[in-house]
């Protein structure tokens, strides 16, 4: 059993940076497979990012790239996502959310989700 809480969200002008926390209880968070969701509001959620357990494997969407950077701290059982050159199209809910079996780009891979950080960015 793997609990996650999201920190670090708030209000933020474009352009501006935030970053993201995700503490994870649980021995066995070094294994997990980390991610990084978003969901605005009125759409679905959509992945942001992973990052395998050795961190030897990272991917983004397409419109977070040079942009987001996620990372990790085993030893402290933290996942961070970097946000910089924040947009308004960022403006959502983030969750982080770990995954047993490999990596994944699709919700349904995870098994265990956050309760959620907001992020608005504003004009």
């Known amino acids: 059993q793997v609990q996650l809480v999201e920190s670090g969200g708030g209000l933020v002008q474009a352009g501006g940076s935030l970053r993201l926390s995700c503490a994870a209880s649980?021995?066995?968070?070094?294994?997990?497979?980390m991610g990084w969701f978003r969901q605005a509001p009125g759409k679905e959620r959509e992945f942001v990012a992973f990052i395998s357990w050795k961190s030897s494997a990272i991917a983004y969407t397409n419109s977070v790239k040079g942009r987001f950077t996620i990372s990790r701290d085993n030893a402290k059982n933290t996942v961070y996502l970097q946000m910089n050159s924040l947009s308004l199209e960022d403006t959502a809910v983030y969750y982080c959310?770990?995954?047993?079996?490999?990596?994944?780009?699709?919700?349904?891979?995870?098994?265990?989700w956050g309760q959620g950080t907001q992020v608005t960015v504003s004009s």
């Open positions: 649980g021995r066995t968070f070094n294994i997990y497979t």
């Open positions: 959310a770990a995954n047993r079996d490999g990596l994944g780009y699709v919700s349904s891979e995870y098994d265990y």
